[in-house]
């Protein structure tokens, strides 16, 4: 396949290709590009950096990001603040998702400010319970899950069941007593109950 059809891409990609890492242009779509960066042995903290740096100039900029998501190293991921600002829902899903799958460094900050703020909707951060989960410790991820929970009411159940602790039954037995609009989310916090009990042998 061609790099991109956005501007600047094929400049990347041919950066990246002469650094060492596959070529854009041997495999047929993007998803068999990155199952090539997945198996490559080859030391990402370049690929890193040369994606940081076209960011800037490419006009996809949520692209670099999910190909970030690839990457076997970690990246300092407050380039990601005001591309998420300026994207559209749907693709602050897209770089939620990213986050989730390859935890950037310096995003705690930010994380918190956006998992308690009411400017995003459910389309927007629904990805950010999971991501708390991931990059806080396990206890104050804990916290800030039962502060915001009101607020992302629907993935947070899932998280509590990855990580919570009998300390946490109670609160979520309260939360199971709101009538919820999307009939999911009580089988969830039950679930997640369920999960926690057990994991606690209780």
């Known amino acids: 396949m061609s790099g991109s059809t956005f501007r ?8 990246l290709k002469n650094a060492g890492y596959p070529d854009i242009n041997d495999y047929k779509n993007q998803y068999e590009y990155e199952k090539a960066l997945e198996t ?51 693709d602050r899903w897209r770089i939620c ?24 909707t459910y389309s927007d951060t629904g990805l950010l319970p999971l991501i708390v989960m991931k990059i806080f410790p396990r206890d104050e991820a804990r916290d800030i899950l039962r502060e915001g929970f009101d607020l992302h009411h629907r993935v947070a159940p899932e998280a509590f069941g990855k990580i919570g602790r009998l300390e946490d039954v109670p609160f979520l037995k309260e939360k199971l007593l709101k ?18 009990l057990k994991r606690e042998k209780m």
């Open 8 to 15: 600047n891409f094929d400049k990347m990609y041919e950066e």
């Open 40 to 90: 490559s042995t080859k030391n990402f903290k370049e690929f890193n950096r040369i994606i940081i740096k076209w960011l800037p100039l490419i006009e996809y900029k949520v692209g670099g990001i999910l190909l970030l998501q690839a990457s076997k190293e970690k990246y300092d991921g407050r380039v990601i603040i005001p591309i998420f600002e300026d994207s559209s829902s749907q």
């Open 97 to 120: 998702a990213a986050i989730l799958q390859n935890p950037p460094l310096f995003l705690e900050k930010w994380v918190r400010e956006i998992y308690f703020s009411k400017k995003f």
């Open 179 to 196: 009538d919820y609009e999307e009939t999911h989310v009580a089988k969830d916090i039950a679930k997640a109950i369920q999960k926690i």
